[in-house]
């Protein structure tokens, strides 16, 4: 541990790719990381996620929260936008993680109420 209390391994986000989308991941976060054929197998929180490709690690992003008017085009709750080597990205949220990257996608958020055209 660091004099902040941070362990070093904390720190950080594993870039991904995933659903045509490229994603950050807080080192936190992921508790394993295994590859299986051609995808890898992410798991955070007790849920696992399938990506298509692990792009690297970086120190540090700069996250922005996401604005209100991209809540209603993109149905997941995210950790936040940033951007990466001129690339945009998005921050999952390791409490609710997206349901594009969930190897289990028939399950539902408890409560859960959608319009049919994926908003909630």
Do not use: Y
Request: aromatic content about 4%.
């Amino acid at each position: 541990m660091t004099s902040t209390g941070v362990r070093p391994v904390d720190r950080g986000f594993l870039l991904v790719r995933g659903g045509g989308v490229l994603w950050g991941i807080s080192n936190g976060a992921v508790q394993k990381l295994t590859r299986n054929g051609t995808q890898f197998r992410i798991t955070m929180g007790g849920t696992e996620l399938g990506v298509d490709e692990v792009v690297g690690v970086v120190p540090e992003l700069v996250v922005r929260p996401v604005a209100g008017a991209l809540r209603r085009f993109w149905p997941d709750l995210a950790g936040g936008l940033a951007v990466h080597a001129e690339a945009p990205l998005v921050v999952v949220d390791p409490l609710q993680p997206p349901r594009a990257l969930c190897l289990d996608r028939t399950e539902r958020i408890e409560g859960e109420v959608t319009d049919g055209e994926g908003r909630h």
